[in-house]
């Protein structure tokens, strides 16, 4: 049986019969029914109640006279994701911040998890961001859908249209290796940062340790930083018009 973090623990202990419920009705049946949820599992609920708690107090302390530091953070992680999202997409970008903003710091937030003792990096497991890089394709497809109609399999076909057939299957394939590269981009860079802190951690004793973790962090940033272009970078084509 694997070993539980902390955290695992706690959910297990007060959440396992709930999780078992929702395996039975998906047809699912865990290798450890006393202990359903997993560690990787555990530290994404663990990211997502941090930004529930952070929204809910940026909500609750918002002022325009005496705003307090979480929001300046949100506001800072807003002007950052809105400049980035207004050069890339242009004209109507404000209804794709949203999205890309959660995605940004839940991905910077499971990167930086693993910093802390007694707590891993999601990230560094390959579902985690295959999970991310599907929902990623999916938004952006119905974006692109949203804002062109039928006219968006226009994008697949090409500009000539006797070479369609060919141009098809090509664009299909194309987009299918989108949500591939920002999976392997994702989860490689964070295993590889994670097996260098843990090498050296074991061979280094932990003052010898604090440039790999340093390393871990700016890793950490730009991969969160990355994923984020690529995915305005997605919506801008898929939102594209024909002129």
């Known amino acids: 049986m694997p070993v539980e973090l902390p955290f695992t623990a706690l959910l297990n202990h007060y959440f396992a019969g709930v999780a078992n419920a929702v395996l039975a009705m998906l047809h699912l049946h865990p290798k450890y029914p006393q202990r359903p949820i997993d560690n990787i599992l555990a530290m994404e609920i663990l990211v997502a109640l941090v930004l529930l708690a ?69 990230t560094s497991k390959p579902w985690v961001p295959l999970g991310l890089a599907t929902l990623t394709f999916l938004y952006y497809q119905y974006q692109g859908v949203r804002a062109n109609g039928f006219g968006y399999i226009k994008q697949f076909l090409g500009p000539i249209w006797w070479i369609s057939p060919l141009m098809l299957p090509i664009e299909i394939i194309s987009h299918l290796a989108r949500v591939l590269s920002l999976t392997v981009r994702l989860y490689a860079n964070m295993f590889a940062s994670d097996m260098v802190i843990l090498v050296f951690f074991s061979l280094i004793p932990i003052v010898g340790s604090v440039p790999f973790l340093a390393l871990h962090l700016g890793v950490s940033v730009i991969q969160a930083v990355v994923f984020m272009l690529l995915t305005l970078i997605y919506l801008s084509q898929a939102v594209s018009h024909e002129h």
Not at 59 to 85: C, F, N, W, Y
Request: overall charge negative; proline content about 7%; hydrophobic content about 50%.
């Open 54 to 122: 952070f929204f809910a107090l940026v909500r609750v302390t918002l002022s325009v006279e005496k705003p307090g530091p979480a929001q300046h953070i949100a506001e800072m992680l807003h002007g950052v994701v809105s400049d980035q999202a207004e050069s890339i997409i242009g004209h109507g970008y404000e209804r794709f911040v949203p999205y890309v903003t959660v995605v940004f710091i839940f991905i910077l937030l499971c990167n930086l998890i693993g910093l802390i003792p007694g707590f891993i990096t999601p």
